[in-house]
């Protein structure tokens, strides 16, 4: 593959990350924002934001799962976009998106924008950051530290 090519590739792989980061970080920091009131109400976090949706679904330990999808939403989504450990979160983030389809087809309600999120998350784990992202640039440094 030709120099061009690959910096081609690697621009593409650049804005596939920093569009997961828009469009998760959306809804990351919309979750946040819902535990956010909750916790100054001084309401449970089984009664707001995904909780009870994930209780009715019948999901085993719905807080748990609510607050690992707002971690993935905002934390996950900000480590892929510095290209950071990008399989593990992209990996993370294509699981509730998975989860996310299933609900939104199961309770008949739009199923577009999970399916979009779960390509983009999906086509990031098996392409990796690309190279330029955090990870190529600490495996360089690494190889020219070995050297």
């Not at 650049?14 to 309401?43: D, E, P, T």
């Not at 971690?71 to 900000?78: P, T, V």
């Not at 996310?100 to 199961?106: D, G, K």
């Not at 990870?135 to 070995?146: M, Y």
């Amino acid at each position: 593959m030709s120099l061009l090519m690959t910096k081609q590739k690697d621009l593409g792989l650049l804005i596939l990350r920093g569009a997961g980061l828009l469009l998760a970080l959306n809804f990351g920091v919309q979750k946040i924002g819902w535990y956010w009131s909750a916790l100054h109400a001084g309401k449970p976090f089984s009664s707001i934001g995904l909780a009870p949706l994930i209780a009715k679904m019948g999901f085993p330990i719905p807080v748990a799962l609510a607050i690992w999808i707002t971690f993935n939403e905002s934390i996950g989504a900000f480590l892929i976009a510095c290209g950071f450990l990008t399989r593990l979160p992209a990996a993370s983030l294509a699981l509730g998106m998975a989860g996310a389809l299933y609900t939104s087809v199961r309770l008949e309600e739009d199923w577009l924008r999970a399916a979009l999120y779960l390509i983009i998350f999906s086509a990031l784990i098996l392409t990796g950051p690309g190279e330029f992202s955090l990870d190529h640039l600490l495996k360089r440094n690494k190889s020219a530290a070995e050297s």
